[in-house]
């Protein structure tokens, strides 16, 4: 969220950075801004009539305490709006701020200054390209065909079982998931990342802080019994572990990571580009979380790039850096980096991480603070990466790595899955 303060400070510029982002409700900063007026004005008169109430209190009961009973009671004749007065412009507060809370909530966080201008994602930046594109034969298959003839992924039985979009995993095929999960698992502790097992649930708080609601509540699965959103990564837990909390100065970087199932409604995806593993609303994660000084989180999300595509270099997949251009990020980052794997068979790009860096956006919804070096309390950085989602990395080693001896395992996993060989 927001400050009001610099939004005052900094209008031109908020302007500015929004409309990188293609944000259209312009307005908003206006609103915002008088509102704030509204609140400190407010603000102001309550006070002013607060404290001559208690000046008044004051004066009355030195009158009575020396005998001057009439004097005391004029002046509290006087005085008899005062109570009332005060009520009124309490609640007047109250609902101004509820008001501009309302109002700041809509607006998203501001871009980078390197952000790219532009509306879709093929107006991306691409960063860096790394690693050759294998060249298969024309017969080659793509992931679902090759998931079918090698029994690993039953689309329908899923369909059966729940809906389109939730597969099941079978033999070599689940025990390449699970290898993943642990190998990735394994690279985020050798970086300093402490593991966590999280809730898959969680409250409409969390959502709020971590930006996810009101922005994306359309795309959350939502249990309305208990009021209670399945998590759509294990950013939004990981982050709201540190929700109210003030954190020493020493304790930073704070580097958590987590392995859990996602949920995401993907409401409107459908057509080719969705088929297979390419798009589902459940799918298996490793997530990486970082909360920082904020004179380092641009050092840290280069950092969090650099485990990632180390990842798909272990992996020896081909790769790709895209640099989100405005219209493309989500409503809470600042800046973006995007990780695509090549899927030889489909012939195109699949994207298999997002990197992000929220700077005190979330921090402000999570009240998520640090005492700096002069013992004052001040917002950290919060920044998240995908480290890496399962689904679009599976469908490309397949694809990639498909002979007419079957599929080969890249040598990073055979430990984890102890087998070479896909056949």
């Not at 969220?1 to 500015?16: P, T």
């Not at 109210?244 to 199932?261: A, F, Q, R, W």
Request: hydrophobic fraction near 35%; aromatic fraction near 8%; include cysteine.
């Amino acid at each position: 969220m927001l400050q009001v303060n610099y939004i005052r400070e900094n209008r031109e510029q908020v302007l500015e950075r929004l409309a990188v982002k293609n944000f259209k409700d312009i307005q908003l900063v206006d609103e915002v801004i008088a509102l704030d007026d509204q609140r400190k004005q407010t603000q102001n008169k309550l006070d002013t009539i607060s404290a001559e109430a208690n000046s008044a209190a004051k004066q009355i009961g030195d009158l009575m305490r020396t005998g001057k009973k009439e004097e005391a009671e004029t002046i509290k004749a006087k005085t008899g709006s005062f109570k009332e007065e005060i009520k009124t412009l309490g609640e007047q507060l109250m609902q101004i701020e509820q008001d501009l809370q309302q109002k700041l909530v809509l607006l998203p966080n501001l871009p980078h200054s390197s952000v790219p201008n532009g509306k879709t994602p093929e107006e991306n930046e691409v960063a860096y390209e790394h690693g050759e594109k294998p060249n298969l034969p024309e017969n080659a298959l793509p992931h679902w065909e090759l998931a079918a003839r090698y029994d690993l992924i039953d689309f329908e039985l899923g369909v059966k079982i729940t809906g389109a979009g939730f597969p099941v995993y079978k033999g070599k095929g689940a025990k390449l998931q699970r290898a993943l999960i642990a190998f990735f698992l394994d690279e985020a502790e050798k970086a300093g990342y402490s593991e966590r097992m999280l809730p898959l649930m969680v409250n409409e708080t969390s959502g709020f802080g971590t930006g996810q609601l009101p922005d994306k509540e359309g795309q959350m699965y939502f249990v309305g019994q208990d009021n209670l959103y399945l998590i759509p990564t294990a950013e939004v837990p990981i982050t709201n572990l540190y929700r109210d909390v003030i954190l020493k100065g020493e304790e930073l970087p704070v580097k958590n990571c987590g392995y859990t199932p996602c949920f995401r409604r993907e409401a409107g995806s459908y057509g080719a580009h969705v088929r297979g593993l390419n798009r589902l609303h459940q799918f298996d994660k490793v997530e990486i979380v970082q909360v920082v000084h904020p004179d380092d989180s641009y050092q840290v999300l280069e950092e969090m790039s650099q485990h990632v595509q180390g990842l798909l270099k272990k992996l020896e997949l081909p790769y790709r850096v895209l640099r989100l251009c405005g219209g493309d990020m989500s409503f809470a980052s600042a800046l973006t980096f995007d990780m695509e794997t090549w899927s030889a068979a489909q012939q195109r790009w699949l994207e298999v991480s997002s990197v992000s860096n929220f700077e005190t956006f979330q921090a402000s919804r999570l009240k998520l603070r640090f005492r700096n070096a002069e013992g004052k309390t001040q917002l950290a950085h919060t920044l998240n990466g995908s480290a890496l989602a399962l689904p679009r990395i599976v469908a490309t080693l397949l694809e990639n790595n498909q002979t007419e001896k079957g599929i080969k395992i890249p040598e990073v996993l055979v430990p984890y899955t102890r087998f070479e060989w896909i056949d």
